[in-house]
């Protein structure tokens, strides 16, 4: 497999009837020594109300990532504070090391601009400064830029807040369950369904593309692993061996999934071109080899 290593955990398999709950996305406590921080509201300048309160949506992906600690506005060194009213030697006596402040301005297209500016107080200095255009069904999107692009600015380390979600949740239908197989935004808004099956859902991988989503289903009484494209809805089995089909994870470049199948006796790993369906087998052996993961 070239440079590209499959890393595999030796795990007893769990039943399959899982239970699976409504997204409920929650982060109960920070990591310890979490970086200061606040994010003012953007200065509007535009017509009517505000389109989308940009610095809340900025704030709660930043304390949802454990490393900072989002400022409540009430305690604010500057409750008004904009670009051209910044004393940062204020935020540094009150022990906040970042400050965010910028402005949504709306152009006769009815699109925005959406400026923000980072200053490290510390260091007395802006740290960074973005203009990024939106349209207003995008702008919760542009938010979640924002947010990587100061995640990184501080940490060093590509953030992960605009980007999706693929996640499994039940319901009953009449007397009938329902298994849900939905993608979402990071924090959980803008989701919409991608399957709504009788039978259970599991494991649910992306592509790398983004664009296809691996997942196990037991249509037929029976687990087999299927590859749904997200832009066509069109979707097909790649996995239906006898006994245990699972555990689908995709390649670096997109052109292969690891999987766990038992076709030979025990569990083991395999990994098939998803064009072709070769298998190659990775493990042997009596013991059961589940749940691998791809290291580039």
Request: proline letters at 5%.
């Amino acid at each position: 497999m070239s440079l590209t290593r499959l890393i595999f955990s030796f795990l007893l398999l769990a039943s399959t009837s899982s239970v699976w709950a409504e997204l409920d996305i929650r982060i109960t406590e920070g990591a310890e020594g979490a970086i200061p921080i606040a994010i003012a509201p953007l200065e509007w300048q535009g017509s009517g109300a505000r389109p989308e309160n940009i610095a809340n949506i900025v704030s709660a992906d930043l304390k949802r990532s454990g490393r900072f600690n989002t400022l409540e506005q009430s305690r604010f060194a500057q409750p008004d504070v904009t670009p051209g009213s910044i004393e940062l030697y204020r935020w540094r006596q009150k022990s906040i090391d970042y400050l965010v402040v910028g402005r949504i301005e709306q152009d006769a297209a009815g699109t925005y601009q959406i400026q923000f500016q980072l200053f490290d107080t510390i260091k007395g200095r802006q740290l960074a400064g973005y203009s990024i255009p939106a349209k207003q069904r995008d702008l919760r999107m542009a938010a979640h830029q924002i947010s990587d692009l100061i995640y990184e600015a501080i940490l060093g380390v590509r953030g992960a807040f605009n980007t999706r979600i693929a996640y499994i949740t039940n319901a009953h239908q009449g007397s009938q369950r329902h298994y849900i197989m939905q993608v979402a935004d990071s924090d959980g808004y803008n989701a919409r369904t991608i399957l709504d099956s009788p039978h259970p859902l599991m494991s649910p991988d992306w592509s790398p593309d983004g664009r296809r989503i691996a997942v196990v289903s037991f249509e037929k009484n029976r687990a087999h692993v299927y590859v749904q494209d997200l832009l066509t809805g069109q979707r097909r089995v790649v996995s239906n061996f006898r006994g245990i089909n699972g555990a689908p994870a995709w390649s670096p470049d997109g052109q292969r999934l690891a999987l766990t199948l038992s076709k030979s006796g025990s569990a083991q790993i395999y990994v098939m071109d998803v064009d072709s369906g070769q298998l190659n087998q990775v493990t042997t052996g009596r013991f059961i080899n589940t749940e691998p993961a791809w290291m580039p």
